[in-house]
Nanobody, 116 residues
Framework: QVQLVESGGGLVQPGGSLRLSCLTS????????MGWYRQIPGEQRAFLAS???????NYADSVEGRFSISRDNAENAVYLHLTNLQVEDTAVYYC??????????WGQGIQVTVAS
């Protein structure tokens, strides 16, 4: 089974940027649609962005233009570049890997806190 490990979170000031990384192992990376989600305490996990094997990206309206997803198929990794971060972007961010045969697998999540 694929395993996903997120990194790159932390504390950032409003207006700042972060790059989240998700490294995968144990699966066929080139078969997965990769995605990023986030969960704010008390709310459901929300879709942010996804990217196909071929590099086609899709974004939630709330983050399009501020967040950018990319993947490196040679490194089995997917990234999320977050810019112009606001306090309301504070959440736990999750990486996902989805395929028709295995369904969706999740990383453990990583905290992003936006505060001055």
């Amino acid at each position: 089974q694929v395993q996903l490990v997120e990194s790159g979170g932390g504390l950032v000031q409003p207006g700042g940027s972060l790059r989240l990384s998700c490294l995968t192992s144990g699966g066929l990376f080139n078969t997965y649609i990769m995605g990023w989600y986030r969960q704010i305490p008390g709310e459901q996990r929300a879709f942010l962005a996804s990217i196909t094997v071929g590099g086609a990206a899709n974004y939630a309206d709330s983050v399009e233009g501020r967040f950018s997803i990319s993947r490196d198929n040679a490194e089995n990794a997917v990234y999320l570049h977050l810019t112009n971060l606001q306090v309301e972007d504070t959440a736990v961010y999750y990486c996902s890997a989805t395929s028709l045969t295995t369904g969706t697998r999740w990383g453990q999540g990583i905290q992003v806190t936006v505060a001055s």
